[in-house]
């Protein structure tokens, strides 16, 4: 008797052991779902982006529209901010008088870029949200402008011409994010 029981207490424990070590039984990894989410990201020009950056944070999960405005916002801010140090580093390393100038046009324009995406905030906050949109269509023009200094050779860096289109899907999104928002238009 003493056999059975050690060896049903050895298959407990081997069972709970496999069962606490088994990848396939640990948490999968967190994705933020959001009815809302799946209604903004097909809307904007580029929905995959969309996706990536609304569902990158699983508080996502709960938030309501102006929660995603505001969220939105903060990452548009963040990819204008790492540019602008993208461009400031190019600046820098630039020889030619004319591409010199090319660079601090986009430094500028993402200064301004940054700036109205920081008045949008505000006026998500407020709920002026036509100003709202005023302000990230600013921002997502500020990118586009930044492309516009470089028509004629030599042409715009990759990495800027990337980081140019970013922005612009990042405003993108705040645009469809205001254009649900109650009272806009």
Known sequence: MAFSYCSS???FSLLLVILFINPSSQRPSVKAENHLISEICPKT???SLCLQALESDPRSASKDLKGLGQFSIDIAQASAKQTSKIISSLTNQATDPK????YETCSENYADAIDSLGQAKQFLTSGDYNSLNIYASAAFDGAGTCEDSFEGPPNI????HQADLKLEDLCDIILVISNLLPGSK
């Open 9 to 11: 207490s050895l298959f």
């Open 45 to 47: 020009r580029n929905p």
């Open 99 to 102: 591409l010199k100038g090319r």
């Open 157 to 160: 860096p990759t990495q800027l």
